[in-house]
């Protein structure tokens, strides 16, 4: 089956839970038949060859505008962006459970409905997993042209450069393909995530996490293979080395989230995507809580703080007007 057809279906496992209901362009809203048959009952085709999106019963057709995805009725969605192993799904089962939970890789996506309020309002988040090739994770955006979403891109701090690299212009491709697709974007939220490893010796980790982070642990220069982002290599290569005494440990961890910071921030101004006065969302870069004890899905640290400000991020973006509405507006005025 392919990746559409599996999208198709694995949407369709929380539309079994919905009746029919109207969408905001009136037309009825369609449940797929379930995720074993693989026949999508909205255009009645095999989900092979189905060509539009389900959500929780919400038939979003791909020619439908960019202000279809306003539908009052359908719950906002958040895509889960970044590298694999970065935290995507960590960050799901803390916001379900409130639990850190072990996990595998997501092949392919995941979506998961989360209950945001006491009335019952939900997001729908949406992780790709990062294993996936970056054409096949750019599928899931071709699938929902027109479809306001907000982003949560996350970046493992203790990553080594070509992996930050790599992150980076993950960041910057995904950003720029959401925009050439007219997807209209909410909010686009950065998380620095796994900086609880930034304090502990990579001997106390283990598995997925350890492989990704022995590169703090040694004092040899990180080979370099030739950036295609710019980064400022030699001063992270400086920062490379946590070890000393404590206080020493906590200056290297702020020295280090700064310098992902400006990297980040680089990396997006440079493409001309974080100018306010060219872009039709907000987006932040979120390195700590408020209690400044940094961003660790593990650990638990700054996980509400995230959520909220998606959450608040979310809502704005909504009362917002997209890019593409001021520019209808602009046009019928001419
Ligand atoms: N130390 C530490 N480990 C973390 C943190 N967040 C996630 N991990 C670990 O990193 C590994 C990968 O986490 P996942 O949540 O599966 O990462 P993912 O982004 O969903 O990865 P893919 O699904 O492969 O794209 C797991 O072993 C997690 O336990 C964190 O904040 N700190
Ligand atoms: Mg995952």
Same mark, same amino acid.
């Given at each position: ?10 949407? !369709? ?20 038949? =379930? ?53 995507? /799904?960590?960050? %799901? @089962?803390?916001?379900? /459970? ?13 979506? &998961?409905?989360? %209950? ?18 970056? !054409? ?36 910057? #491709? %995904?950003?720029? #393909? ?14 620095? @995530? ?41 001063? #992270? ?40 006065? &060219? ?22 640290? !700054? ?7 998606? %959450?608040?991020?979310?809502?704005? =973006? ?17």
């Amino acid at each position: 089956m392919s990746f559409i057809g599996r999208l198709c279906s694995g949407f !369709g496992l929380f539309s079994a839970i919905r009746p029919r209901r109207k969408t905001s362009q009136g037309k009825t809203a369609h449940s797929v038949a =379930g995720a074993d048959t693989g026949i999508c009952s909205a255009c009645t085709s095999s989900s092979d060859n189905c060509n539009c999106l389900h959500t929780r019963g919400t038939m979003v057709s791909t020619s439908s505008s960019s202000t279809t995805s306003d539908d009052a009725t359908s719950p906002p969605r958040c895509l889960l962006l970044g590298l694999e192993g970065s935290g995507k /799904t960590t960050f %799901v @089962n803390r916001i379900k /459970t409130g639990e850190y939970i072990d996990t595998e890789p997501t092949s392919d996506f995941l979506v &998961e409905e989360v %209950v945001v309020n006491k009335k019952g309002e939900t997001i729908t988040f949406i992780e790709v997993g990062g294993t996936n090739r970056r !054409g096949i994770r750019l599928q899931f955006l071709k699938a929902m042209p027109g479809q306001a979403i907000s982003i949560l891109f996350f970046i493992d701090v203790t990553s080594s450069p070509e992996a930050l690299q790599k992150a980076f212009e993950e960041l910057v #491709y %995904v950003i720029t #393909y959401t925009q050439e697709r007219a997807c209209s974007i909410h909010y686009l939220g950065v998380v620095l @995530n796994k900086q609880d490893l930034l304090n502990s010796p990579p001997t106390s980790l283990s598995g997925r996490t350890r492989k990704k982070s022995l590169s703090w642990g040694t004092k040899k220069p990180v080979q370099q293979k030739q950036p295609r982002v710019d980064l400022d290599l030699e001063r #992270y290569v400086a920062m490379e080395v946590i070890e000393g005494e404590e206080n020493e440990r906590m200056d290297s961890q702020s020295e280090i989230v700064k310098w992902i910071q400006k990297e980040t921030r680089d990396a997006i101004e440079k493409h001309k995507l974080a100018q306010p006065e &060219e872009l039709d969302f907000y987006s932040e870069l979120l390195y700590t809580g408020p209690d400044g004890k940094g961003i660790s899905m593990k650990r638990g640290d !700054g996980v509400q703080e995230v959520y909220h400000r998606l %959450v608040q991020g979310m809502k704005a =973006g909504r009362e917002r007007p997209s890019l593409s509405v001021l520019e209808k507006i602009a046009e019928e005025k001419l």
